[in-house]
């Protein structure tokens, strides 16, 4: 078992780092809880039924269920018109071994339009059983849009690690899992009605025996397949996971490729993304390894399917239960006896086939409701703080932090017993050495990182916060010039309301004129991509377009996490003193010293946890 890599423990405050392995599961990971999560069993069944729940029930609007109901139904009513196909052939047998001219001849037309119908029949079922499972991916991914991207849910899942690629679990997984388990659903549903019902024909034609023979036949292969399929369900869930880690490394390459080409680093990445897909191959050949053993079985277990139903007929001919029939007679009921102990076979063949791709939408449903159920406790987990976080939401004008103990996730302590005041007017700027907690701090502040001890208090108004939080690499979105200014539209309990002459103006005033020039004030609602946009703002001007937001929604107080890294110092000055002058208070994290003199105090981090607060003179 390869264990996960420790950090080293000489820096106590790294200590709590755990560096996963590249393709984070670990191969051959063998831990009790990796067992349980790949058991066919009732973990999987539970999972199961509440991604049939919500395609039910968040299907209010699409009816999904009812149309669902309507394809097993129909599938179903198809069955009876195969079942009529499938007895032709016996009277074909009796109509020729009669030499029976007008009766081959109706025969013929009736066969012409049963097959026709048979066939449009499943065309059709096909096509509405595909826009099923396209409803079906509509409301498990909004589901998952639901529970996922909203507070605090979104950023701990994509910060923490302890689900890998939840975006590839939304997109893909989700789509595989109702691309095959919507037919494979149905299938399993449909199968009881026509087993029970072959049975039936069986045991009328071949008595007990026959069924009684096929049945033991179909013991034997299920518990077989049984066995198989668990391996296989652990594969599918870790080609999904090197799936994802590799489309994440094509990903973060584009969006890093300017870095990647000053430094030469395309050797690198090369090695790297070579290095992934053969991770992804070689889950896709353990797949396939795996799968080899079930289609092994399954496919002997069809072909001796049809030695048995020979058997199934023979035995009555030797005991000469049908010795009083003519040639003609015995052909038809031979024939009509092959299919209905055939189909009986085949029946029970599909199942035991449909385990295989039970086996691949067992590895898909894991991996979405393993997602599922990380934002399930995190949902415990948030409903608890709110009673116990210390984080107060009561409307005011004031930032307090109370012997606040400001730890990184995973409870390393950064800084000691934080006593601090900002009112309004009363910028701040925080200081210290790199990695001391600066940023950690503000996380804390605004709610993203809970505190390890004391308290916090938010400004609020009309019971929203009203401190707009700026990170160190400004966010840069797809659409209009308006929506960019005014991301994310709505803010502090307010909607975005954007005159062309605020978007003018704000943009003025950060220096952002020429964009407006060049997309034109009748265009201001022309959506451009992210490319577009990442290729018309240099960084310093993705800088400035993130504080153009800050004076558009003109929150009581502001926090710069070193947002003004990419400019040069007149911009910056000119920026802060734009933000002051909208009677917005500051609290920035920033290495600048000639940005000080726009704060009244300064917060020094020592870095072992200590610090000082002083006025800035
Ligand atoms: N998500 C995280 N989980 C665990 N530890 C983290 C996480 N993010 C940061 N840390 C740890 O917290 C420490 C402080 O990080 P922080 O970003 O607050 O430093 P900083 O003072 O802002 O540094 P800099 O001046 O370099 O930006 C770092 O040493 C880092 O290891």
Partial sequence: MREAMQISQENSRTADVALLPLNGFGEGEKSEQAGQQFKVGRVLLQRLRRICSVVVKGSAHEHVGMWYAGLVAGKLAAEVMYYYAGTLPSEFFRVLGDRNLPAFAS????????????????????YVGGLIGV?????LTRYT????LRAPNFYSVATSGTIDNPDQRTTQDIERLTRSGADVLAELLIAPFLIAYYTVQCWKMAGIYGPLAIYIYFGIGAAATRLAM??????????????????????????????????????????????????????????????????????????????????????????????????????????????VSIYLIYRFTSVIELT????????????????????DRLDVEAEADDADSGVSI????????????VCTPGGVRLVTELDLEIGVGDSLVITGPNGAGKTALLRTLCGLWRPGGGEVQLAHTNGAPDVLFLPQAPYIIGGSLREQLCYPGLWGGRHAMCFNADIVRILATVGLSHVVDIVGTSNLDYPYTVQAWLRLLSPGERQMMSIARVLFWRPKFVMLD??????DACAAEALYRAILDAGITVVSVSHSAHLERFHKRRLSLDGSGGYTLDDVR
């Fill in 107 to 126: 025969l013929l037309g009736r066969c012409v339009v049963v097959v026709g119908l048979a066939g449009s029949c499943k065309a059709v079922l096909e």
């Fill in 135 to 139: 409803s079906m991916r509509q409301e």
């Fill in 145 to 148: 849009h639901a529970r996922y």
């Fill in 230 to 339: 668990a391996p296989i369900i652990r594969q599918v869930y870790i080609q999904e996971q090197a799936e994802g880690d590799f489309r994440f490394h094509h990903v973060r390459t584009g969006e890093c490729a300017e870095s990647i080409a000053f430094i030469a680093g395309e050797d690198r990445e090369r090695a790297a993304a070579d290095r992934a897909l053969k991770a992804v191959t070689g889950a896709q050949r353990r797949v396939l390894g795996k799968q080899f053993w079930l289609g092994l079985l399954t496919q002997v277990f069809a072909y001796m399917g049809s030695t048995v139903s020979y058997v199934i007929i023979g035995v009555p001919i030797f005991m000469g239960s049908y010795d009083d029939k003519s040639g003609a007679e015995l052909s038809s009921i031979i024939s009509l006896n092959a299919f």
């Fill in 356 to 375: 295989k791709r039970l086996a691949d939408v067992a590895g898909y449903a894991t991996r979405v409701a393993q997602l599922w159920e990380e934002l």
């Fill in 394 to 405: 009561r409307d005011s004008a004031v930032i307090v932090a109370r012997g606040l103990d």
């Fill in 562 to 567: 070193e947002c003004t890294s990419a400019l």
